[in-house]
């Protein structure tokens, strides 16, 4: 099994562009979610989902879409990049739900010039 | 929403010094699990407490729930550097099904 993959590992971005992180896992989970990583700011969680078709927010939602047409996949799309979305992003993945072992992926370190 | 403290946000410590972080509640908590991040690396799940007063150990880590279950602790014997990084707890959020993080606790190891 590879895990969690995310892709690109690294982006450079201006400001007003758009682009989308990908995140996918082949483990057969059923819950997924996005991190974002910023010094002194911990883990914040930007969108999760329960499952295909369903996703909802987390603490730190605006300026990001998501969506869940399988199980498999869960990109998460910057819909006008700014400075503040510089940062590291994770993708973490669990069997059922936000009381399981949450794997995570290796990140993308997002600059937004 | 759930929220949860962790401290101390940076921990400098020579080798074979004990270590330890915490995190802390205002509401009970159903579980917490902690991670490890290493520098340049992703978080890595180290262990999940459930139970109320609840101890675990893992070599020279010492993981417990507060009988309230509203804090957790996490001691290190004896760093060494390998235990260099960042510990995270997580708790779910009691209002839905979303894992928060708490703002981690970063861990360095002088030799």
């Known amino acids: 099994n590879a895990g969690v993959t995310q892709t690109p590992k690294f982006q450079v971005l201006k400001t007003g562009q758009s682009m989308t992180l990908q995140c996918a896992q082949d483990m057969n989970h059923e819950y997924m979610s996005w991190y974002r990583q910023d010094p002194g700011m911990g883990l914040r969680l930007i969108h999760y989902s329960v499952g295909a078709g369903i996703t909802d927010q987390g603490e730190v939602p605006n300026g990001y879409n998501v969506s869940r047409s399988t199980t498999e996949d869960f990109p998460l799309r910057l819909l006008s990049a700014a400075p503040s979305q510089t940062s590291v992003y994770f993708c973490a993945s669990s069997y059922s739900g936000a009381v399981d072992t949450q794997y995570f992926g290796p990140g993308t370190r997002l600059t937004v010039l | 929403g759930q929220q949860v403290m962790q401290i101390p946000q940076y921990q400098h410590v020579q080798e074979g010094e004990d270590f330890t972080t915490y995190c802390n509640s205002s509401?009970?908590?159903?579980?917490i699990q902690w991670y490890k991040q290493r520098p340049g690396g992703h978080p890595v799940f180290l262990i999940q407490?459930?139970?109320?007063?609840e101890v675990k150990k893992q070599k020279r880590l010492t993981f417990q729930f507060g009988e309230a279950k509203k804090n957790s602790s996490l001691h290190i014997t004896a760093t060494q550097t390998t235990d260099v990084g960042t510990y995270f707890c997580?708790?779910?959020?009691?209002?839905?099904?979303?894992?928060?993080f708490g703002q981690g606790t970063e861990l360095s190891v002088k030799p």
């Open positions: 509401t009970t908590l159903s579980n």
């Open positions: 407490l459930v139970k109320s007063g």
């Open positions: 997580a708790v779910r959020d009691n209002q839905g099904g979303k894992l928060i």
